[in-house]
């Protein structure tokens, strides 16, 4: 079992920034590929980033490429989502997930182990 736990999220000016974190628990860190997604309202979920166990392969979503990056630490048990640039249609509800092996998917389905999410709003 994996709890999860968002923070970061916020209220902030188009073109700002906001860094969210996501702090996990349960079982080994490094075993498991990480994600974030984010769901707007009225809409499915959507793939916005992914990193590998390791840390030394990630995804992003083609649109948050040059705005948004994925790290771990895996030392601290935290997966972060740098967020720069943002804009008004960024605004959604941000998951955590945590998939079961180590390599990265955009698939929602393929994570096991979800957060509560956090919300994020970037006004115009």
């Known amino acids: 079992q994996v709890q999860l736990v968002e923070s970061g999220g916020g209220l902030v000016q188009a073109g700002g920034s906001l860094r969210l974190s996501c702090a996990a628990s349960?079982?080994?860190?490094?075993?498991?590929?990480l994600g974030w997604f984010r769901q707007l309202p009225r809409k499915e979920r959507e793939f916005v980033a992914a990193?590998?166990?390791?840390?030394?392969?990630?995804d992003h979503a083609d649109f948050v490429k040059g705005r948004f990056t994925i790290s771990r630490d895996n030392g601290k048990n935290t997966v972060y989502l740098q967020m720069n640039s943002l804009k008004p249609e960024d605004t959604a509800v941000y998951y955590c997930?945590?998939?079961?092996?180590?390599?990265?998917?955009?698939?929602?389905?393929?994570?096991?182990?979800w957060g509560q999410g956090t919300h994020v709003t970037v006004s115009s």
């Open positions: 997930a945590a998939r079961r092996v180590v390599v990265t998917s955009a698939d929602p389905t393929d994570y096991a182990y």
């Open positions: 349960g079982r080994t860190f490094s075993y498991s590929a």
């Open positions: 990193i590998s166990g390791s840390g030394d392969s990630t």
